[in-house]
């Protein structure tokens, strides 16, 4: 570092803090292509607003103050017009703070806009009146948390009929995510970009003790995979679970468990290109009444398999390290050759084998009753499984590939709670 230092001039070392592609990170630069929107999605503190920012100077400033650059005319949206002007423009990261003493642009309060030494503008506008959009025009735009935006679709709408000079026009969108139609349909647009980056990639600039508290209380949880992680969760209409039903069944650890199982859904295949193996480990409290029993859903071991001997494994692992006393396994894909699989490895595991007779839907609709009971419970770090079960409805999965993953939850499930409930509950016939 110092030598690299000592080979700069006094020009070079007065502009380097100002030279973002120099300290940016991979998440923060604009991708290579014709885009038309570039969405930086990430958790809290990834360093979003600092990249919207710079893509603005990007976009306004020439190779020399008063030079022109590739806009002239900028939109500023946000959710209010405070949090544009607190955030966007007089922020930490924001416009202002980014911006090097010749280029730095004026605040005009009474026009909410900034105007460059180039005379390039930027113009302020809230998310609460989508109307506003409604005759100005720009050939740049940046758009600051859109995922909660009330007016969304409307806002965003209006936007894209308002970003019509130029060339090419284009939009930055910084956010963090959160399962609303507007953001999704934005994402599906083939001339949408994304970039993504947890909170964790901007750790350098973040207060230690932020990052430890936030650690300590999100990691492992649907929440923290939104708000720290920054991903996308998608509830799906008629979904048989939610988010906000996961999370309520959050527990940070689990008591002594009478019972534990295994439960594995193997691929039809078994090479590399196969679909996931769920496996799945699960615990229960029996005491009392099958109604007084509670669920533990400890550990997902799910994987992509090369071969049957390497989930059949890592299935055998995960009985080994949770003490289950039973591995179910169904066999509607493999039949006996998934029993063969498990046996050449451990002769005699106790292993039950499991046919279904119905569709996924209609096997989990028990399993998901069980949830609204409030009768199981989750660790942390189940997030996959969470993020297959919340696109799991009543019409079937609706996300890419299979349920893997649920498949193995709910054979768990009825085998720990289902089956024998039933059993408790069968009358018993008694001799003369």
Known sequence: MDEFLGGLGDGALMALPWLFEFWALPHQLPPEGA?????????????????????????????????????????????????????????????????????????????????????????????????????PQFDAAWVDELAKWKKGGEVWDMLQF??????????????????????????????????????????????????????????????????????????????????????????????KLDRVVVAVDPPVTGHAGSDECGIVVVGIEQAGAPKDWRAWVLEDCSLRAA?????????????????????????????????EVIRQIDPLVPLKMVRASRGKAARAEPIAALYEQGRVHHLRGLGPLEDQMCRMSQCGYEGRGSPDRVDALVWALHELMIAPAAHYRRPQVRGL
């Open 307 to 339: 071969s049957p001997s390497q989930w059949a494994e890592a299935a055998l692992a995960a009985m080994a390290r949770h003490g289950a006393d039973r591995l179910v396994a169904e066999v509607n894909q493999g039949g006996d050759l998934v029993a």
């Open 162 to 255: 308002a970003l019509r000079l130029g060339t090419h026009p284009q939009q930055v969108v910084t956010t963090t995510p959160k399962n609303v139609s507007v953001l999704k349909a934005i994402l599906k647009n083939p001339s949408t970009v994304m970039t993504h980056a947890p909170t964790e990639a901007n750790r350098a600039y973040l207060a230690a003790s932020f990052l430890e508290e936030v650690r300590s209380r999100y990691a492992g949880t649907r929440t923290g995979r939104q708000e720290l992680d920054g991903v996308l969760l998608e509830d799906v209409e008629g979904a048989l679970w939610t988010t906000a039903g996961i999370e309520a069944a959050r527990r940070d650890a689990a008591p």
């Open 35 to 135: 885009w038309k929107t570039w969405v930086i999605m990430g958790g809290r503190g990834a360093g979003k607003t600092r990249a919207g920012a710079e893509w603005v100077r990007m976009q306004v400033e020439g190779p020399r103050p008063l030079d022109a650059g590739r806009a002239k005319r900028v939109a500023l949206v946000g959710e209010t017009f405070d949090q544009v002007r607190d955030v966007m423009v007089f922020g930490d990261s924001g416009i202002l703070a980014c911006s090097p003493p010749d280029r730095r642009p004026e605040w005009e309060a009474t026009r909410r806009r900034l105007v460059w030494p180039n005379g390039a503008v930027a113009t302020v506008y809230s998310a609460q009146e989508p109307d506003s959009l409604r005759g």
